[in-house]
């Protein structure tokens, strides 16, 4: 709905990005407020991948979470959206390294 034109930034993984491609296609600007996380290959905003480094993963289990969480608290410290991405990388990068759900 129009709502989606009121939301600053809008996060989806790969998987609900290809789900919803056409939609994506037919909304002017909406591609550009949208962070897609691509798992093992990091993460794209505004046509740029943020690579994330290759760690060993245990668990993904909270792994979008992590991400979001992360995202959210350093966007509010920074107002910085390239540098809330990459903490919240960093985040979940430690959550993935273990088993079951945890935290950072």
Not at 93 to 103: A, D, E, L, N, P
Request: include cysteine; aromatic fraction near 10%; proline fraction near 1%.
């Amino acid at each position: 709905g129009k709502w989606i034109m009121d939301v600053d930034f809008l996060k989806i993984n790969d998987l609900e990005y290809e789900q919803n491609k056409k939609f994506f296609d037919l909304s002017s600007g909406i591609l550009e407020k949208t962070i897609i996380t691509r798992g093992r290959l990091g993460c794209q905003f505004q046509g740029q991948i943020y690579a994330t480094d290759d760690v060993p993963v245990k668990d993904i289990s909270g792994a979008g979470d992590t991400f979001l969480a992360g995202l959210v608290v350093e966007y509010v410290r920074t107002d910085d959206i390239k540098k809330a991405i990459k903490f919240a990388q960093d985040c979940t990068k430690i959550v993935v390294q273990k088993h079951g759900v945890s935290t950072v």
